[in-house]
Nanobody, 126 residues
C-alpha cells in the first residue's frame, strides 16, 4: 500500500521560505515521478511542480517558477519542495502525489497521479 506523508507546512511572512517534505512508503520510490499540487480555499487544486523518477527533469507552474524548487532523495524515499520568496497567494494546502506507472514522465494534471498525501497547510501572512 502506497503511503505519502507531507510535513513542513506552517505560517510564514511574505518573502520567507519553507521546505515541504513528502515521505513515501509501500513500493520502490525511486521508480516513480512525484508531483506537488496545492489547493486554496474556494479554488481548484492546481499543479505546482513535478520531478521525474531520477530527478533529472523538473517542471514548474509559471506562478512558482524561479521561487520554488522540487527535488528528491531516492535513498531516503522523500521528495521536497523548497519554497522561497513566498507570496500571499501561495497560501494553500499543499499535496504531494505519485503515479501508478514506473519510469514515466511526470504529469502536470492531477488525473495523472494515483496516490496522494493528506496535505500540509502553508499560510503566508503580510
Amino acid at each position: 500500500q502506497v503511503q505519502l506523508v507531507e510535513s513542513g507546512g506552517g505560517l510564514v511572512q511574505t518573502g520567507g521560505s519553507l521546505r515541504l517534505s513528502c515521505a513515501a512508503s509501500g513500493r520502490t520510490f525511486s521508480r516513480y515521478a512525484m508531483g506537488w499540487f496545492r489547493q486554496a480555499p474556494g479554488k481548484e487544486r492546481e499543479f505546482v511542480a513535478a520531478i521525474n523518477w531520477n530527478g533529472d527533469n523538473t517542471y514548474y507552474a509559471d506562478s512558482v517558477k524561479g521561487r520554488f524548487t522540487i527535488s528528491r532523495d531516492n535513498a531516503k524515499n522523500t521528495a521536497y519542495l523548497q519554497m522561497d520568496s513566498l507570496k500571499l497567494e501561495d497560501t494553500a494546502v499543499y499535496y504531494c502525489a505519485t503515479g501508478s506507472r514506473p519510469l514515466r514522465p511526470p504529469a502536470i494534471e492531477s488525473a495523472g497521479y494515483a496516490y496522494w498525501g493528506q496535505g500540509t497547510q502553508v499560510t503566508v501572512s503580510s
